[in-house]
């Protein structure tokens, strides 16, 4: 299911996939950037590549609201990148009243997914963050507690199972000019 909003931003512009953590972000963010042939920009990748811990390991560490503020910090510099990348965001930045207005100048894509199919890759990954919860609870909190942000933010909302990431990224790539095609590899 596809739900749209009036036309985005600027074709060139950002696209910034959201969701709640196992969503598929990071999939659908790969398979637009190589389509539209634009730098990733991943936070789970980046706050391992920075700091050398995973997003579970900073929340344990250093505290949740350290992990929030580097999430944040991640979406608003690669806003600002040119060539505008394709950002798989936490989907903590939402709860930043600086990122959401960062991202009214770009496409926002909405990965909305059950609790229930959260909850299975929450506890697949032991890089995501359970906050001292077990996955499904975590994630029936988590889409209560953001559900409406990401309906404000969104230009563009799939609904995850329902959609496979490749029918996802290539819903989003219908959605721009150009013809571009989503890659059989």
Known sequence: MVDETPAGPADDGP????????????????????ALDRPVRDSD?????????????????????????????????????RPAPVIAAAASVLDDPECRAAMKQALVVWL????AFVAEKIAAKPHRPRFG????DLAIELRERRAAAFAEVADL???RPAMSKRDVAQAV?????????????
């Open 112 to 115: 909305d997914a059950s609790p």
């Open 157 to 159: 909302r799939f609904e």
């Open 133 to 136: 919860k077990e996955p499904l």
């Open 45 to 81: 990748e980046w706050l391992e590549e920075r700091y050398g811990v995973t997003a579970a390991e900073i929340s344990e560490t250093e505290g949740v609201t350290v992990l929030h503020e580097r999430e944040a910090r991640h979406l608003l510099d690669s806003l600002a990148e």
């Open 173 to 185: 790539l219908d959605h721009l000019p150009g013809g571009h095609e989503v890659s059989p590899h």
């Open 15 to 34: 696209i910034v996939v959201i969701g709640l953590m196992g969503a598929g972000k990071t999939s659908v963010s790969r398979l637009l950037g190589k």
